[in-house]
């Protein structure tokens, strides 16, 4: 029953596309890459994160706003419309209120319009309205139409409400959070964003893995974190007493044990006597002109989109920036779905891998640094580049390079929001990526471990504690130093 | 060459020059920044900006990084429906804890 198309509209156009994606893929392979204003400056924005974060992908989905269409699925019929107040006014408006946000510095409703009450009454009801996302369009009633959270069983046999206690919570289900599970005693549960256990990037490597023309065998890293993935999952699998929910997020801590979970639209609550946090990092795009600039992405949300997702990057044009493990397993994976690739390797020095490069027909460069990117959305992506210090060339000499896409792959940042609702003490440590837990602790091979206030012990592990991905392992000592 | 803005934090609008303006207005603290610009109050909830935005201000004020304090960061970590929070029909682990009951 099973058909191979599904039709959605888009305000008032039919758009055919593929069953097993999401709304906000949909779109971008129909060319629709343009998915919202953004609030102020009612820049153009798009696919981001892919893993309902931001604010890019949100729009109205059969008369229901603040939608997160990078992760619903299609559904044959679905109505989805832009929603913000870019969508309602034509470009000479957006133009004239774009520039009347020069008046209207940042912070400037704690000084203006706030006396008398009756001009701090007009600013709020007439002025503030004409702008931002404070409209909805269409009548109220069809917020009646919003269906109610069904407190049933769950079809996937996800219980709703209380799950208890557990000796021991790990979130995140990546290499490390797997291999945390291997030395876990007693009632140990497993959470996990993805549906399988194996972490942000075990999807790409084993699509590669099964693609037979995959370049995949050339880098032997890759290769490594694959098979440590692989040896965890089996292991994993074999500890049938671990309780293992997938597609669930953490989405609170509540102290002193507590942690809310969440599971589509289904909450859950449970406590722990001690919990590791395994949840891995963030992409980081890093600040430079145009970074907001829609198609422009990390690692993380290229592996969601491709390999969740199936996003088809067949003859796209894309460009991938920076170094490490996530540069060349975005490449290899974006060579896998035959997409026309650019890489801009930011390392020192030539890139081992430099032969792979050579031999695939990559275009690779080296020694450019990132200045701007930009884009309106609908037309293709422009990056400018400026050669890096000590080339001899003339400065402001720039390199223009257009894609699609554009990959950014950074040093990722830990992620940090539970540990820190529980009372974590973290510190801001920008060669680790962010904020992690503070390194007076603990710091072992595995992970830093502390007690929260309360008493359960808290353990951060792998990316999550800052650790590089690809390193099986920290050596103790090495952590203060780095 | 390219004059487009450079945002430091996407949901709320707020860019780079707009959070060093806010610093050189005298709010030298990530807590005062978030509530006067906006910075991290948006959609994600500061997972796209806030350790940005603590770089930043550590740059600025030019201390070290474990000086940079976090802003509070109340739960939950992500926008909820009041259908999703009405059908959790169990009570929250604090007052649990608190109440005895």
């Not at chain 1, 209207?104 to 309205?129: C, D, E, H, Q």
């Not at chain 1, 694959?226 to 500890?239: C, N, P, T, V, Y």
């Not at chain 1, 309106?376 to 001899?392: N, Y």
């Not at chain 2, 990530?30 to 006067?36: I, V």
Request: proline share 7%.
């Amino acid at each position: 029953m099973a058909s191979d198309k599904v039709c959605i509209r888009f305000e008032g156009k039919t758009l055919e596309c593929r069953p097993d994606t999401t709304v906000a893929v949909a779109l971008w392979e129909n060319g629709v890459r343009h998915l919202s204003h953004s609030p102020k400056y009612g820049r153009p924005r798009g696919l981001t994160c892919a893993r309902g974060h931001c604010t890019a992908c949100l729009m109205r989905v059969d008369s229901i706003p603040n939608v997160r269409t990078c992760e619903l699925p299609v559904r044959e019929g679905m109505e989805v419309q832009r929603q913000d107040a870019g969508a309602f006014y034509a470009a000479p408006m957006q133009k004239m209120l774009a520039a009347g946000h020069a008046f209207f510095p940042v912070g400037f409703y704690f000084k203006w319009f706030t006396k008398p009450a009756s001009l701090s009454r007009f600013f709020l009801n007439r002025i503030r309205p004409l702008t931002g996302i404070g409209r909805l369009p269409g009548p109220a009633h069809a917020f009646r139409s919003l269906p109610p959270v069904s407190r049933a069983q769950d079809p996937d046999g996800v219980p709703d409400g209380d799950l208890g206690r557990f000796d021991t919570i790990i979130l995140g289900a990546g290499p490390s959070g797997l291999e945390a599970a291997q030395n876990a005693a007693g009632r140990v549960l497993v959470v996990d964003d993805h549906t399988e256990p194996g972490g942000q990037r075990f999807g790409a490597l084993r699509k590669l893995a099964d693609q037979a023309n995959s370049s995949l065998d050339r880098f032997p890293e890759l290769l490594t974190h694959l098979e440590r993935i692989e040896d965890s999952r089996k292991h994993f699998a074999a500890r049938d007493d671990i309780v293992f929910l997938g597609g669930t997020r953490a989405i609170a801590g509540y102290h002193p044990d507590g942690i809310l979970l969440r599971h589509s639209d289904h909450l859950q609550t449970v406590r722990f006597d001690s919990l590791v946090w395994a949840a891995g990092a963030l992409d980081t795009l890093g600040l430079f002109p145009g970074n907001d600039t829609p198609g422009v992405l990390g690692p993380r949300a290229l592996f969601r989109l491709v390999v969740r997702d199936g996003l088809n990057l067949k003859d796209r044009h894309v460009l991938v920036i920076g170094g490490g493990l996530d540069f060349w397993l975005s490449t290899a994976l974006l060579d896998a779905g035959e997409a026309r690739l650019s890489l801009v390797v930011t390392q020192d020095g030539l890139p081992a891998e430099l032969p792979v490069a050579v031999d695939r027909g990559w275009q690779l460069n080296t020694g450019l640094s990132l200045q701007s990117i930009s884009g309106r959305g609908e037309e293709s992506l422009r990056a400018f580049f400026t050669p890096a210090i000590d080339d001899g060339k003339p400065a402001g000499s720039h390199l223009e390079m257009n894609a699609d896409l554009v990959v950014i792959c950074g040093r990722g940042k830990p992620a940090y929001d539970v540990p820190y609702q529980l009372g974590a003490d973290l510190s801001l440590q920008p060669d680790l990526g962010g904020f992690t837990l503070s390194r007076s602790h603990d710091s072992g091979p595995g992970g830093v471990s502390c007690t929260l206030p309360g008493g359960p012990g808290l353990m951060a592990t792998g990316e999550a504690a800052g650790f590089i991905p690809g390193q099986s392992a920290f050596p103790a000592g090495e952590v203060e130093n780095r | 060459m390219n004059k487009a803005k450079i945002f430091l934090c996407r949901c709320e609008d707020v860019t780079l020059k707009e959070f060093r303006d806010a610093f050189r207005e005298g709010f030298t603290e990530l807590e005062s920044l978030k509530r006067y610009t906006g910075v991290g109050t948006g959609f994600c909830q500061g997972k796209g900006c806030l350790s940005e935005a603590a770089e930043q201000l550590a740059d600025l004020r030019s201390i070290s990084f474990d000086q940079v304090r976090l802003t509070n960061i109340r739960p939950p970590a992500e926008p909820l429906t009041f259908a999703q929070l009405a059908a959790l029909d169990t009570p929250s682990p604090q007052t649990d804890e608190e109440n005895g009951s």
